[in-house]
Nanobody, 120 residues
């Protein structure tokens, strides 16, 4: 059994910063891509940022230059540093990981979600 547990998030004024973290635990053989998605009220879930096991990153255009994703392969963690936050960044943020378990089964896992609220 593998699971993702998120931490961070909360309330911040526009222009402020927040950090999110996610740790994968359980019977993990390897983790390929890890990333963060978000879903605002009434909108579809969208990719915010992702990072491969080799460290290659990609970002949504709306967060480029403001958000930074990082990963610690040894600790099975992924973090998202969010700076210069805007009201439109308000959403529930979800951690996602493409995990190969020790059974060699592939699992596309999601965290429980953490709310980020940016007040303008």
């Amino acid at each position: 059994q593998v699971q993702l547990v998120e931490s961070g998030g909360g309330w911040v004024q526009a222009g402020g910063s927040l950090s999110l973290s996610c740790v994968a635990s359980g019977s993990i053989f390897s983790i390929n891509k890890m990333g963060w998605y978000r879903q605002a009220p009434g909108k579809q879930r969208e990719l915010v940022a992702a990072v491969t096991s080799g460290g290659f990153t990609n970002y949504a255009d709306s967060v480029k230059g403001r958000f930074t994703i990082s990963r610690d392969n040894a600790k099975n963690t992924v973090s998202l540093q969010m700076n210069s936050l805007k009201s439109e960044d308000t959403a529930v943020y979800y951690c996602n990981a493409a995990v190969v378990a020790t059974s060699r089964s592939y699992q596309d896992l999601w965290g429980q979600g953490t709310l980020v609220t940016v007040s303008s």
